[in-house]
């Protein structure tokens, strides 16, 4: 049954990577806008064609 | 080439608007200007095409445009404006007002194929912002600003840029705090279910793992995510009254310091989730209370109405000079549709200047050579030349700003219900908190403590304290689905305090430059030209727009006698024919029964024969003759800066004549509201512009009122949409229900306390039914104040 010391500490570890990832995302903005990347990913990025016109 | 056929009207390919007069036509579509053919070319050369396909017609019209750009070049203004330049690069960020679908996105970020001195381009969509990064050595701000300009997207200018300010003033830790503190929560409760289901006697070693792991926990939640609480009651108890955050703080104290004894001596579970889940709930409800409509702007002042740059005129040279800059005695030159930026002498040219932003008026007004120009005014007309009399921090209009409403904070206004009610709260609390103590101290020492901190703990009002933020933001949510957008969650209960409401006239009741001028009966062509004269030399706004109604006269028409009583009307004579115009009063007899109408009515005399009138209307916002049912409720007043030729028309709203002012300066707007404040009534102002700004601030809610949210509108407590003012008394009401919601969510959170505070009194309470009762009535007081916030928007129509 030990290894529940060790479990608990793998699991509080990997929770605290997400939080960790969490502030990164935080601390580079990525939540400043939370609508516009919702619209830009439907924007295709077509391939240019005007030099065939 | 075209192949519609000219009977059709169709719709420009760019903007969407009617393609009239001549055809703009290349490849097969159709424009109706110019100028938006000039940006589908520049697109379609660039192989942006694409800006199309993701919506119809989504360009802005381009048909008439004459930017002044040059101040750009200034160095000390592009330092203002830019967030960051070296050598190479250079980054701003621009409010585009015209962003408003997909297509938009998409093309502002495609600019470096327009220009590649452009590196980056992100738009944020509901702050209508653009980020620029561009190379400084291939590129100037100026170019930028133009390219901008050649596809469409003008960026609104000012100095006073408060969308960024406002976005840095949300870059606290809250959000930090809260995810530390939920991810201990979530930790706890998971370390924590072995406690409560029980332990064999042979797994008392998880107990002390598990119970010292979640003593660590509480460090981070207590010291980082909590210690706002602690600091703030701190800071209440030295200013000697009573908040809810000190009973919050002694509850996290109390909290945490049982917990540590208790698992540290080994003699129980602790109250660990509970405290985690308290901090973590408490912060929740403080994000959502900080909820705002952060993309509109509620803190302007004039500096983002006036120019960036004023145009000063020097011995033998032109420089563009910021505003702030601007001294006495300079002269400077202000060109057609610029705002006059400081009270200034009228020099050289030919002033025609609109009022609007600053009286409300309307009508253009003449200004002669020598006389001084109030700040705020827009010319109209060719380019002037003006010596600046008075600093702009002086001017008439910007005195305003020095005035104390500007200056004082605007949240502690009223106090809130939540406010009142956690004083006696407090006490009470404290009493039952050392009553039990006393009651168990002399018989049981150590169930005289337990009993004290359990009370502590379970009265910590943690359910009062969410009931607020969550009732108000539900109701915010509902404002807004309405168009009715409020700052923040304080002023739904400002709103619902209030007793009287004040309105600006022009541009908030009626629509401003909105009014139709009719003539009832017939004029001959001559009489039409000598009535037009008459009324081109007279300054009264009925005769300006009649002048404007009847087109100016032809030269050969000369006005020979003219003589203007105010008030009243005109007398003239011009190219022999005697006209007499005015109020009924004056033209008619004295008793002629005048038709009655709802417009102001200029009746016309021509030759001694009496020959008709003309009926100026006013546009009314709709519903606005529906405002008449407020004045079972509140008190209503008008304060226009307009003359009174309404008066007659919105007496059936606003009753008796005392209620209504006219010819209001922007000082005498304000000092209006503090004289009703004085007399300890609640005030609501609803105006529009820069000459309602003072009252909007002095005002108990200020609320702002525009056809188009994203313009310039004057800083106040909410803005709403001109369309939405026939909803307002529904507002009203509604903001009434939300208090409501409130006091049912403090008998529910109430009663739960009761329920904790009979276990705790008693000294029984254990950590399983702390840890449960705390949640669910959380849970509880949550779902109750949504559901029942949604419900009272659905009876008032709002949903």
Redesign the interface.
């Known amino acids: 049954?030990s290894i529940?010391?060790f479990l608990?500490g793998c699991s509080?570890l990997l929770?605290?990577v997400f939080?960790g990832a969490?502030?990164w995302a935080?601390k580079n903005g990525q939540?400043?806008?939370m609508?516009?990347p919702s619209?830009?990913i439907?924007?295709?990025e077509?391939p240019?064609?005007?030099t065939e016109k | 080439m075209s192949v519609i056929t000219p009977e059709t009207v169709t719709a420009c390919y760019h903007c969407g608007n009617d393609c009239e007069e001549e055809r703009y036509t290349i490849d097969y579509k159709q424009f109706c200007c110019h100028g938006c053919k000039e940006v589908y070319t520049i697109l379609s050369k660039s192989g942006l095409n694409n800006y199309y396909c993701y919506n119809d017609r989504p360009g802005a019209n381009r048909a008439k445009k004459d930017l002044q750009l040059d101040y750009l070049l200034e160095p000390s203004i592009i330092k203002d404006l830019v967030e960051y330049s070296d050598d190479d690069v250079t980054i701003v960020t621009f409010y585009i007002p015209h962003i408003h679908c997909s297509s938009c996105i998409w093309l502002l970020e495609q600019l470096n194929r327009l220009n590649p001195a452009i590196y980056y381009n992100r738009v944020d969509f509901l702050r209508k912002q653009v980020n620029i990064r561009f190379s400084n050595k291939d590129i100037d701000l100026k170019g930028v600003v133009e390219l901008l300009d050649t596809i469409g997207y003008e960026p609104l200018i000012s100095l006073q840029d408060v969308i960024k300010k406002q976005a840095f003033s949300r870059k606290d830790d809250l959000v930090r705090k809260i995810a530390v503190a939920g991810f201990c929560f979530g930790n706890v409760m998971l370390l924590s279910f072995p406690e409560y289901l029980g332990f064999s006697e042979h797994d008392t070693s998880f107990k002390y793992f598990f119970g010292w792991l979640n003593l660590v926990f509480t460090l981070p939640v207590t010291f980082y995510s909590g210690w706002g609480y602690m600091q703030a009651a701190y800071t209440t108890l030295k200013n000697k009254v009573l908040t809810i955050d000190f009973p919050l703080a002694l509850g996290i104290a109390v909290l945490f310091i049982r917990s540590w004894i208790e698992i540290a001596t080994n003699t129980g579970a602790g109250f660990v989730d509970t405290l985690c889940g308290l901090i973590f709930f408490l912060l929740i409800g403080k994000f959502v209370q900080r909820k705002t409509y952060y993309h509109l702007s509620f803190e302007r002042d004039y500096r983002s109405f006036f120019p960036v740059a004023v145009q000063v005129i020097e011995e033998n040279s032109e420089r563009h000079v910021p505003l702030a800059d601007l001294q006495v005695g300079q002269r400077i030159r202000v060109r057609h549709q610029e705002i006059i930026p400081a009270d200034a002498i009228l020099l050289k040219g030919d002033a025609k200047v609109d009022f609007s932003f600053v009286t409300g008026e309307s009508v253009p007004v003449n200004k002669t050579l020598g006389e001084v120009i109030y700040a705020g005014g827009r010319q109209m007309g060719g380019a002037i030349e003006l010596e600046v009399v008075k600093p702009v921090s002086q001017s008439y209009l910007t005195r305003l700003w020095n005035n104390e409403a500007f200056s004082r904070s605007q949240d502690d206004r009223i106090e809130t219900f939540s406010q009142k009610v956690s004083k006696y709260f407090t006490v009470v609390l404290l009493i039952v908190a050392v009553g039990s103590f006393a009651y168990w101290a002399p018989t049981d020492m150590h169930r005289a403590i337990a009993s004290l901190t359990a009370v502590l703990i379970i009265a910590c009002p943690c359910a009062l304290a969410l009931s607020t933020p969550f009732t108000m933001s539900a109701a915010l949510g509902i404002f807004d689905r309405n168009l009715f957008y409020l700052k923040n969650a304080a002023v739904v209960e400002q709103i619902a305090a209030i007793d009287t409401l004040v309105f600006d006239k022009t541009g908030t009741i009626s629509i401003a430059g909105g009014s139709n001028v009719e003539l009832v009966g017939e004029l001959s062509v001559e009489e039409k030209d000598a009535v037009s004269a008459v009324c081109a030399n007279s300054s009264h706004p009925l005769s300006q727009l009649i002048c404007q109604h009847l087109g100016s006269a032809s030269r050969d028409t000369h006005v020979t006698v003219y003589n203007e009583i105010s008030g009243r009307g005109i007398a003239a004579k011009a190219n022999g024919i005697s006209i007499k115009l005015g109020s009924a009063k004056f033209v008619l007899a004295a008793d002629s029964n005048a038709v009655a109408d709802n417009g102001s009515l200029v009746h016309v005399i021509i030759n001694s024969k009496y020959r008709g009138y003309f009926t100026i209307r006013h546009q009314y916002r709709e519903g606005m003759f529906e405002m008449r049912k407020l004045r079972e409720q509140y008190q209503l007043y008008l304060l226009s800066g307009d003359h009174n030729h309404e008066r007659g028309n919105l007496s059936s709203v606003f009753g008796d004549e005392n209620a209504m002012h006219f010819e209001q300066s922007p000082q005498d707007k304000l000092n209006f509201i503090e004289g009703l404040q004085q007399k300890g009534q609640k005030v609501m102002m609803l105006g529009d512009g820069l000459n309602d700004a003072g009252a909007l601030k002095q005002a108990d809610a200020g609320v702002a009122v525009t056809d188009n949210v994203n313009n310039f509108s004057p800083g106040s407590d909410a803005i709403l949409d001109g369309r939405s003012l026939n909803k307002l008394p529904a507002f009203l009401k509604f903001s009434k229900d939300a208090l409501h919601v409130i006091y049912g969510s403090f008998c529910i959170s109430f009663l739960y306390n009761l329920i904790g505070l009979s276990f705790a009194v008693t000294g029984r309470l254990s950590p399983v039914i702390a840890a449960i009762l705390m949640p669910v009535s959380t849970v509880t007081i949550i779902s109750f104040t949504s559901i029942a916030t949604h419900l009272a928007a659905k009876k008032r129509k709002l949903l």
């Open positions: 049954m529940i010391y608990i509080v929770a605290l939080l969490f502030f935080q939540h400043d806008d609508y516009t619209v830009r439907l924007l295709d077509q240019l064609d005007e």
